[in-house]
């Protein structure tokens, strides 16, 4: 055991919690290879999930330098393609991580209790989990609540984002902040060249959430959206979902853990430094719906507020602890994803001409400022963003820590059996493209697929299954499609590049900048 005086040192301490990328490397490496060899005493060599593939990397860090290299997604893709039966597992220093992918297999592990399996593995308890860095990062959310609580915070979620009534209540602000945001990329002349569209469709999408919770209508607005640029805000979000999918601030959690330099579940000295940004921009929004309320004294409560009274907290002052919450949650999820959907239908749009033909004749057939029409009556729209999430699944897989042993009754071999600790790994991108399950033309883009029910046959999870689905899907595809009709409406759009490849990082990215050309229809 590695003894105390280090922690002692403000040298080493700022080392370790600000070092040089060199240093970091060596000294994680390091650290890995103590840490591994100590706990590989414990495991000798008796095979963890018996009748299961398993990926075996180097002796001590197991398949370490695969996932430290080149991240989860590579290794997933490894353990997928050695697990035909669906489920295959690797040792990365002594934290077991099984993918599994069989679509029956997959469904179980989301219909696992909380108790039995979590996003965070058990409280308290240091897991390799990206929520646990989530946390760290932004502090509680839905996303790591268990227990009776969830159901109740559900609910409150559900009725806000996911009910028809409250997201036709929220159409017309959508609408008017899509057509401002469209109108800014040309800045009053008939043409512009966009270098990267990726931003302007994130700023959208903050700006949605700006005016929807708080009631602050300027947020990006005015921004001169001819260049790449993202703003403060988008460059805090951005660094809080690169981090959370990162295997570093895990490696170097555990590190700081091993020498006592950080309480178990508590934030780091730079998570904590990036906590106080996301609190300035929270104080930032906060202030506007004061504001907004002042100057709106008879309006509807806006959208936070509605949270709040729903959680138990008052119309006006301090938001309730749920409400809160959800201010922090909202700078990670529901901007970036609702932004790749609309960068990723471009893409696909400029590439599949007569798909944006028949989406034209569609978008013309009916009022695409009204809640109805685009909510139900465009299946055209429908089938287009059903293809493009199946294909570019922004969210591209999750993870289950398990918590107590249990069995997946669904495998095809022996009953598998899960021990505490263990890291379940799910490929949505995997299930959505691989040719068993949606034909040989599993990577083309083809929403016709989606038109009629056939693909109910086939496994489709863009938003998550089971009791910990996705509580805000409605909001998303709503902000997402009346974003894209109106860029469409806007605008004649010629995506610059045809060889947009993914990028599966914490979400599913394009490699590179999405340029395009937007002439303003006559
Ligand atoms: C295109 C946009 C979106 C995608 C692709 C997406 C995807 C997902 C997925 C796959 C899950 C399940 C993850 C798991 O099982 O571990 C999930 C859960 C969740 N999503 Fe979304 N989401 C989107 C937008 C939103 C929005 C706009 C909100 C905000 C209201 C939201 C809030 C949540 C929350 C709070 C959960 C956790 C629910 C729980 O634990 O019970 N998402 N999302």
């Given at each position: 055991?590695?003894?105390?005086?280090?922690?002692?040192?403000?040298?080493?301490?700022?080392?370790?919690?600000?070092?040089?990328?060199?240093?970091?490397?060596t000294a994680v490496l390091g650290a890995l290879i103590v840490l591994g060899f100590l706990s590989f005493k414990s495991r000798g060599s008796?095979?963890?999930?018996?009748?299961?593939?398993?990926?075996?990397?180097?002796?001590?860090?197991?398949?370490?330098?695969?996932?430290?290299?080149?991240g989860m997604p590579e290794l997933l893709g490894r353990l997928i393609a050695m697990g035909p039966d669906g489920i295959s597992y690797a040792?990365?220093?002594?934290?077991?991580?099984?993918?599994?992918?069989?679509?029956?297999?997959?469904?179980?592990?989301?219909?696992?209790?909380?108790?039995?399996?979590?996003?965070?593995?058990?409280?308290?308890?240091?897991?390799?989990?990206?929520?646990?860095?989530?946390?760290?990062?932004?502090?509680?959310?839905?996303?790591?609540?268990?227990?009776?609580?969830?159901?109740?915070?559900?609910?409150?979620?559900?009725?806000?984002?996911?009910?028809?009534?409250?997201?036709?209540?929220?159409?017309?602000?959508?609408?008017?902040?899509?057509?401002?945001?469209?109108?800014?990329?040309?800045?009053?002349?008939?043409?512009?060249?966009?270098?990267?569209?990726?931003?302007?469709?994130?700023?959208?999408?903050?700006?949605?959430?700006?005016?929807?919770?708080?009631?602050?209508?300027?947020?990006?607005?005015?921004?001169?959206?001819?260049?790449?640029?993202?703003?403060?805000?988008?460059?805090?979000?951005?660094?809080?979902?690169?981090?959370?999918?990162?295997?570093?601030?895990?490696?170097?959690?555990?590190?700081?853990?091993?020498?006592?330099?950080?309480?178990?579940?508590?934030?780091?000295?730079?998570?904590?430094a990036l906590r106080l940004k996301v609190g300035k921009v929270v104080e930032g929004n906060v202030t506007k719906l004061e504001e907004y309320?002042?100057?709106?004294?008879?309006?509807?409560?806006?959208?936070?507020?509605?949270?709040?009274?729903?959680?138990?907290?008052?119309?006006?002052?301090?938001?309730?602890?749920?409400?809160?919450?959800?201010?922090?949650?909202?700078?990670?999820?529901?901007?970036?994803?609702?932004?790749?959907?609309?960068?990723?239908?471009?893409?696909?749009?400029?590439?599949?001409?007569?798909?944006?033909?028949?989406?034209?004749?569609?978008?013309?057939?009916?009022?695409?400022?009204?809640?109805?029409?685009?909510?139900?009556?465009?299946?055209?729209?429908?089938?287009?963003?059903?293809?493009?999430?199946?294909?570019?699944?922004?969210?591209?897989?999750?993870?289950?820590?398990?918590?107590?042993?249990?069995?997946?009754?669904?495998?095809?071999?022996?009953?598998?059996?899960?021990?505490?600790?263990?890291?379940?790994?799910?490929?949505?991108?995997?299930?959505?493209?691989?040719?068993?399950?949606?034909?040989?033309?599993?990577?083309?883009?083809?929403?016709?697929?989606?038109?009629?029910?056939?693909?109910?046959?086939?496994?489709?999870?863009?938003?998550?299954?089971?009791?910990?689905?996705?509580?805000?899907?409605?909001?998303?595809?709503?902000?997402?499609?009346?974003?894209?009709?109106?860029?469409?409406?806007?605008?004649?759009?010629?995506?610059?590049?045809?060889?947009?490849?993914?990028?599966?990082?914490?979400?599913?990215?394009?490699?590179?900048?999405?340029?395009?050309?937007?002439?303003?229809?006559?």
């Amino acid at each position: 055991m590695v003894t105390a005086p280090a922690v002692t040192s403000e040298a080493f301490y700022r080392l370790v919690t600000d070092p040089s990328p060199s240093l970091l490397v060596t000294a994680v490496l390091g650290a890995l290879i103590v840490l591994g060899f100590l706990s590989f005493k414990s495991r000798g060599s008796e095979k963890v999930l018996p009748g299961v593939p398993e990926l075996k990397g180097i002796p001590i860090l197991g398949a370490a330098p695969i996932y430290l290299k080149h991240g989860m997604p590579e290794l997933l893709g490894r353990l997928i393609a050695m697990g035909p039966d669906g489920i295959s597992y690797a040792n990365v220093v002594d934290n077991i991580l099984v993918s599994v992918h069989d679509p029956d297999m997959v469904k179980e592990v989301h219909s696992f209790p909380d108790d039995v399996a979590s996003r965070e593995g058990a409280e308290g308890k240091m897991s390799w989990s990206p929520f646990w860095t989530l946390r760290r990062l932004i502090g509680n959310s839905l996303f790591n609540y268990v227990g009776p609580e969830v159901s109740h915070q559900r609910n409150v979620f559900i009725r806000e984002f996911n009910k028809d009534k409250a997201n036709a209540e929220k159409v017309e602000t959508i609408v008017r902040i899509a057509q401002t945001h469209a109108d800014a990329l040309t800045c009053d002349v008939d043409s512009a060249d966009i270098p990267d569209i990726r931003y302007s469709a994130d700023n959208s999408a903050i700006a949605f959430w700006g005016e929807t919770l708080y009631g602050n209508p300027h947020r990006h607005a005015s921004l001169p959206q001819t260049r790449p640029v993202g703003g403060k805000v988008l460059e805090l979000s951005e660094h809080i979902i690169t981090l959370a999918g990162n295997p570093w601030p895990s490696v170097w959690y555990s590190f700081q853990l091993f020498f006592m330099m950080v309480t178990p579940g508590e934030p780091t000295r730079s998570e904590a430094a990036l906590r106080l940004k996301v609190g300035k921009v929270v104080e930032g929004n906060v202030t506007k719906l004061e504001e907004y309320e002042r100057n709106n004294p008879e309006a509807p409560l806006k959208t936070i507020c509605n949270l709040s009274v729903m959680s138990g907290g008052a119309k006006t002052g301090p938001l309730s602890k749920f409400a809160s919450e959800f201010t922090n949650l909202n700078l990670f999820g529901g901007r970036h994803s609702i932004g790749l959907n609309v960068t990723w239908s471009l893409i696909e749009l400029d590439k599949h001409p007569e798909c944006l033909t028949k989406l034209m004749a569609e978008i013309h057939s009916v009022d695409t400022t009204d809640f109805t029409s685009v909510n139900s009556k465009m299946p055209y729209l429908d089938a287009i963003i059903m293809e493009l999430n199946r294909l570019h699944p922004t969210v591209h897989a999750t993870v289950r820590v398990v918590n107590k042993e249990t069995r997946l009754t669904s495998s095809k071999r022996i009953p598998v059996v899960l021990k505490p600790g263990m890291l379940i790994y799910l490929s949505y991108f995997y299930l959505h493209t691989a040719e068993k399950f949606w034909g040989s033309n599993s990577m083309e883009f083809d929403p016709q697929r989606f038109v009629g029910g056939d693909w109910k046959e086939s496994p489709f999870m863009s938003f998550g299954y089971g009791p910990r689905n996705c509580v805000g899907y409605k909001f998303a595809v709503l902000a997402a499609k009346v974003y894209l009709v109106t860029l469409l409406k806007t605008y004649k759009l010629d995506v610059r590049d045809h060889d947009h490849e993914m990028k599966l990082g914490t979400l599913l990215e394009t490699q590179k900048p999405v340029a395009v050309k937007v002439t303003r229809r006559g």
